[in-house]
T-cell receptor, first 114, second 108 residues
């Protein structure tokens, strides 16, 4: 009963390196989200997707790209990592965008950019 | 100004106390409302949805005032296990928008 799985769970990057965070859900949910969480800032929406093949920008999209080629996967890419992207990243999925349907979160990815 | 505002706390209360958290949202187009709970270094989890008529789930009561754009959460008979950060969440369009959270610490 996996739910939402994020990989990796921890990563240290050097400034300028690239990486991809993978989010996989096994609940056949239509909607998927990527958030970052920083002290005092709460969860801020980076990008989201309302279905396979769709993506949209959230509150803080700069420096990130996403893809949703398969319904169950939502990838978050950092092309050239910066120290300001040090954060905890959470992926979530829901059958509907909120409504009265629960959003399920992955366990988070702790990323440090040095 | 953030779209969803909460007092960050912390609220330090003894076991058995009643504690209330407030949340305001700025966009009147917000459609649905929730409280999530987040334990330290863990992912957020849904605590309860908030309905216009108000709703209760055991020791937890949530209220919504659309006219004032205000949401509240009341916790009665606080337990040590209630210690966590409580996140106010609104749904607007296709997005879930989170407040910064209110931290609760229940002490013996």
């Amino acid at each position: 009963n996996a739910g939402v799985t994020q990989t990796p769970k921890f990563r240290v990057l050097k400034t300028g390196q690239s990486m991809t965070l993978l989010c996989a859900q096994d609940m056949n949910h239509e909607y998927m989200y990527w958030y970052r969480q920083d002290p005092g800032m709460g969860l801020r929406l980076i990008h989201y997707s309302v279905g396979e093949g769709t993506t949209a920008k959230g509150e803080v999209p700069d420096g990130y790209n996403v893809s949703r080629l398969k319904k169950q996967n939502f990838l978050l890419g950092l092309e050239s990592a910066a120290p300001s992207q040090t954060s905890v990243y959470f992926c979530a999925s829901s059958q509907q965008p909120g409504g009265f349907t629960e959003a399920f979160f992955g366990q988070g990815t702790r990323l440090t950019v040095v | 100004r953030k779209e969803v505002e909460q007092d960050p706390g912390p609220f330090n209360v003894p076991e058995g106390a009643t504690v209330a958290f407030n949340c305001t949202y700025s966009n009147s187009a917000s459609q649905s409302f929730f409280w999530y709970r987040q334990d330290c270094r863990k992912e957020p989890k849904l605590l309860m949805s908030v309905y216009s008529s108000g709703n209760e789930d055991g020791r937890f009561t949530a209220q919504l005032n659309r006219a004032s754009q205000y949401i509240s959460l009341l916790i009665r008979d606080s337990k040590l296990s209630d210690s966590a950060t409580y996140l106010c969440v609104v749904k607007r369009d296709d997005k879930l928008i989170f407040g910064t959270g209110t931290r609760l610490q229940v002490f013996p």
